[in-house]
């Protein structure tokens, strides 16, 4: 029996079919890794995941555009990601790719497991035909009026107005992406999952997110169960892909034309969330049972709104068709769209904003800072350059920036070690540290992103009063004993600043902790380092200061 609880994070993955915009740090990036360094400093362990995601028609699209094969696609982008990903620092502990043979190995074994549970079924349905090219066309070729909301130029499978996934053939006036000209149906054979067999057992496991999954997420996935589900195809006609284990199904399970079929998208990306972490544990001479069968683990799930229901229906049902006990779905955490000066972000439409060209002009953590103060966690949010500058300038620079520097600078120049010898943090000081943390903790684990960040502004803001409150300036002059007992309450004040923020600012933590003399707040397996501390008084010393925060000027935003 495994009795150790570890925590799985679960980062979508991106496709590798273009550059990465600001839109997709909020969903994939930013949510995954405060989640990751926070465990950590908590003692937990911790495997943070995900990789490039190679197949399906994103790909192949952008390839036939180009002229390329999605081979070329995939080498082209697949080292843009991952260079984001050292830019950012974020802290995958795998970042792995959907071409690797470990996740084919993975995806086709789960595929047998379901089809000898009596999961799989064969069915022949019409799908959309290009006369015109003389083939097939997967869903993404495929663009039309949605038939619920109405917008156009929407994709077959799923419009991204209303973000419902349609059903095939439910398009309005149909056309290829290619060559624009009318698409027909016809019919073709595939692997379905029997997700009608699942249901009860689906609903039973959304149920117990009720108070825990934000509010929309549980609202859409019981509006998709009430309305039952179907089987739902897993297989597709195209090339590019993982394929079909042919010689491991039985002769009478066996579909026409198997042998240009792939396995769709949908159903073998997530499976990346296990391959990915057996690929980690394999690596670091772990079990991966240790996070996939253990009841002690707790998985957080991070992505955009349009991946809610793959996360909170279909990979629960694939895991609960698998019949090995998984472990499901802690927290499924999807965030609505991040827009960009009021509009929705779009590289066709000529409104994007590369995440490697704001970190590389403004500094990674000024843009990590604006997006999880505007974090869409339940609505839509906005880029606005105006605000960026304004969010950076007041409360990074002028709150938190400003209380360190001023702290830093009047203990440097009007005391020493010896001042604060067998001093405590005050009563009210400790009191409303040890709140805070423990308000904090739980808006992280509850991926709470936007309160969390404001109650790290509010208890800089308490230093900032306390700073100015006690007029340290003043009294160090006439009473230094009193003055001492101050600025030990701000430097406390500090240390707990310094620890608060270094999920989230780990850099600038680091380089916070360098010019105090202490050793920057790392996680140690089994220590609670996320907590309130003491401060280190003894290898106290001040070197090398300097701004951690720089001001943005008007001159430096786009009009």
């Known amino acids: 029996m495994i009795n150790e609880e570890t925590i799985l994070i679960c980062g979508a993955w991106p496709y590798v079919n ?12 930013i949510p995954g890794d405060i989640t990751a360094r926070y465990f950590r400093l908590k003692g937990k362990r911790v495997a943070f995941v995900s990789g490039t995601d190679c197949h399906g028609t994103p790909i192949t699209v952008e390839a036939d555009k180009r002229g390329l ?46 089809l000898n549970n009596g999961y799989i079924i064969k069915k022949k349905t019409k799908q959309y035909f290009s006369e015109q090219e003389n083939r097939f066309l997967p869903d993404r070729y495929v663009e039309g009026e949605c038939p619920i909301c109405h917008a156009l130029e929407q994709r077959s499978d799923q419009c991204e107005n209303c973000g419902r996934s349609l059903d095939f053939g439910t398009l309005i006036n149909p056309y290829s992406k290619i060559s624009k000209s009318e698409v027909i149906l016809k019919e073709t054979e595939h692997y379905f999952i029997d997700f009608a067999k699942l249901q009860d057992k689906i609903l039973n496991f959304a149920k117990t997110g009720e108070k825990r999954w934000r509010k929309w997420i549980y609202q ?41 079929k792939r396995f769709y998208v ?3 990306a997530v499976i990346g969330y296990l391959s990915a972490t057996i690929e980690f544990c394999e690596n670091n001479n772990l079990d991966y049972e240790i996070f996939w069968k253990n009841p002690k683990s707790r998985h957080f799930y991070v992505m955009g709104q349009d991946n809610v229901t793959f996360h909170t229906i279909f990979w629960p049902g694939q895991l609960i068709a698998s019949d090995v006990e998984y472990t499901l779905p802690y927290l499924p955490s999807a965030v609505k769209f991040l827009n960009a000066n009021g509009l929705k972000l779009s590289k066709s439409r000529g409104n994007i904003i590369d995440a490697m060209d704001v970190a590389q002009k403004y500094g990674t953590e000024a843009v990590k800072f ?7 966690e339940n609505k839509e949010s906005n880029w606005d350059w105006k605000h960026f500058q304004e969010v950076i300038n007041k409360n990074l620079v002028g709150n938190i920036g400003n209380y360190i520097n001023r702290v830093i600078v009047f203990t440097s120049k009007n005391f020493s070690n ?26 992280i684990e509850e991926h709470k992103f936007t309160q969390m960040l404001n109650l790290i502004l509010e208890y800089s803001s ?33 240390n707990n600043l310094r620890i608060l923020l270094t999920p989230i600012l780990h850099k600038s933590m680091k380089n916070l902790s360098h010019m105090l003399g202490w050793k920057p707040v790392e996680p140690v397996l089994g220590k609670d380092n996320y907590s309130p501390s003491e401060v280190d008084i003894t290898n106290l010393q001040f070197k090398d200061i300097k701004i951690l925060f720089k001001k943005i000027e008007n001159s430096e935003i786009p009009v």
């Open 18 to 29: 273009g550059d990465i915009h600001i839109g997709h740090l909020p969903g994939y990036f």
């Open 69 to 114: 094969t999605p081979v070329q696609i995939v080498e082209e982008y697949d080292p843009k990601v991952r260079k984001l990903i050292e830019i950012y620092d974020f802290s995958y502990d795998n970042f792995s790719s959907t071409v690797s043979e470990n996740h084919k190995k993975v995806v086709q074994d789960m595929f047998i497991s379901l």
């Open 220 to 260: 859409e996935t019981m509006g998709w169960l009430k309305e039952g589900l179907e089987p739902r195809a897993i297989t597709r006609d195209i090339d590019w892909g993982i394929q079909i284990p042919k010689d491991r199904i039985p002769t009478k399970m066996l579909i026409e034309n198997i042998e240009s």
């Open 266 to 268: 949908w159903f073998e």
């Open 370 to 376: 604006y997006i999880i103060s505007i974090m869409p």
């Open 418 to 443: 010896e001042d604060f010898d067998g001093l405590n943090a005050s009563q009210n000081v400790v009191e409303f540290t040890n709140k805070t943390f423990i308000e904090v903790r739980k808006a």
């Open 462 to 494: 308490f230093g900032n009063k306390y700073f100015n409150d006690s007029k340290s300036w003043e009294l160090v002059k006439t009473d230094k004993t009193r003055a001492s007992q101050n600025i030990y309450d701000c430097l406390y004040i500090l």
